[in-house]
């Protein structure tokens, strides 16, 4: 049976001591919640990892290009009315102090496991997008497809700043997932004070990403967004969805070609985005595109 760990990762350098804060989520291909605990330092994230996952899904930047250039995969997504976290090297440093996923990308995708990203509230409003809308239904008109999207949101249930999770979100957050994988009982910490709270805010995201690595292994209903040495991004999507990646991919390209013909080179203008099926860990082909 396949497995695939999920990990949110506490990006934060200083906050990486002290109580855990990041979180792994191990779940079957088939979608059974194997194993749920939380994770601290560099160690405490690489031992939860389990050693038979195949893939293993983060929600934090594992690749990012050189000097202060932003990623493709965060530039597609805004231009799908998702605003992404913009990655550069140096936003990573003012925010976060660092990169802790380019650092343990080399160890995680160890023993021969695939890696890859998720974007937890992508995946989340995806789930949310597909109790109206099956993700088998033909896809809509494009303008009215962009108008009911702007309309669903993801869940709000981190911290927000230092302050405490939301336990309401949460609870939200737990039921989409749920509809879409066998929990094994889990639910939230009940009455467990601020720290529970932010416990369980890191496993939902922790399941969001282990689902964004299941539904793409399962085959349909998933994109691949960018490259692995420029950040390969899993994205649950329906035929709307896609459909709108595709577009942007295409935009993206034809903005690179035209910088290329004005003599800029084509890495600096993004024209290496590909939206393709990959090969994950050498488990076949999958996504669409």
């Known amino acids: 049976m396949v497995i695939v760990a999920g990990l949110h990762l506490e990006q934060h350098l200083g906050r990486v001591s002290g109580p855990p804060r990041s979180a792994v989520a191990a779940v079957t291909g088939d979608g059974r919640l194997r194993d749920l605990r939380p994770a601290g330092d560099d160690d405490d994230v690489l031992a939860a990892i389990p050693e038979d996952a195949a893939l293993v899904v983060v929600d934090a930047p594992l690749a990012i290009p050189e000097g202060d250039r932003r990623r493709d995969a ?17 936003r990573m440093e003012k925010v976060y102090g660092g990169a802790r996923g380019v650092r343990l990308a080399p160890a995680l995708g160890g023993a021969g496991r695939a890696v890859a990203e998720a974007v937890p509230d992508l995946v989340l409003r995806q789930l949310a997008w597909e109790r109206e809308h099956p993700a088998g239904a033909p896809p809509l008109d494009l303008a009215e497809y962009r108008a009911r999207w702007l309309a669903v949101r993801a869940p709000a249930f981190r911290p927000r700043g230092g302050g405490r999770a939301r336990p309401a979100g949460i609870h939200e ?62 994205v649950p999507a329906d035929a709307n969805l896609a459909g709108r990646i595709a577009l942007h991919v295409e935009r993206l390209r034809a903005e690179a070609a035209r910088t290329r013909a004005q003599g800029v080179g084509a890495e600096s203008a993004g024209g290496d985005t590909p939206l393709r099926p990959p090969s994950i860990g050498g488990l076949g082909q999958h996504g669409e595109g």
Request: net charge negative; aromatic share 6%.
């Open 74 to 90: 965060e530039t597609v997504l805004a231009w799908c009315d998702h605003a992404a976290f913009p990655v550069s090297r140096a």
């Open 173 to 234: 957050a737990r039921a989409l997932l749920a509809a879409v994988l066998d929990l094994a009982g889990w639910e939230p910490e009940e009455d467990g004070g601020d720290w529970a709270a932010i416990r369980d805010a890191a496993r939902v995201d922790a399941l969001a990403c282990a689902y964004a690595g299941v539904r793409h292994l399962r085959g349909g209903g998933s994109v691949a967004l960018g490259a692995p040495d420029r950040g390969l991004v899993l």
